[in-house]
Nanobody, 122 residues
């Protein structure tokens, strides 16, 4: 599975962005999908994940109520809608695919996209 993330950019605090992650192959629906992020000088951290069919999601406390993950298995795409953005959301955002549950452990994801930069100005 190859993943291509897009949609990052520069936004003011309080604004919104929607990230997309397009997957190649015909087995997209076999994978739970997750979004992770890495800020400069920090470790990669879990943001949000969604189950294969989209019926279950898992979010980090820091983004609950602001970020929403969704997927369209017909389009082999997962989305991350980010609202009420804060400067501390600034990071490179990565999408990932895993055959297990939509968990927060990065080590359980098998495939990773290249990342897209999100910068939130104050």
């Amino acid at each position: 599975v190859q993943l291509q993330a897009s949609g990052g950019g520069l936004v003011q605090a309080g604004g919104s962005l929607r990230l997309s992650c397009a997957a190649s192959g015909r087995t997209f629906s076999s994978y739970a999908m997750g979004w992770f992020r890495q800020a400069p000088g920090k470790q990669r951290e879990f943001v949000v994940a969604i189950s294969r069919g989209g019926g279950s999601t898992n979010s980090a406390d820091s983004v609950k109520g602001r970020f929403t993950i969704s997927r369209d298995n017909a389009k082999n795409t997962v989305y991350l809608q980010m609202n009420s953005l804060k400067p501390e959301d600034t990071a490179v955002y990565y999408c990932a695919a895993g055959r297990g549950l939509p968990v927060h452990e990065a080590r359980l994801y098998d495939y990773w996209g290249q990342g897209t930069q999100v910068t939130v100005s104050s």
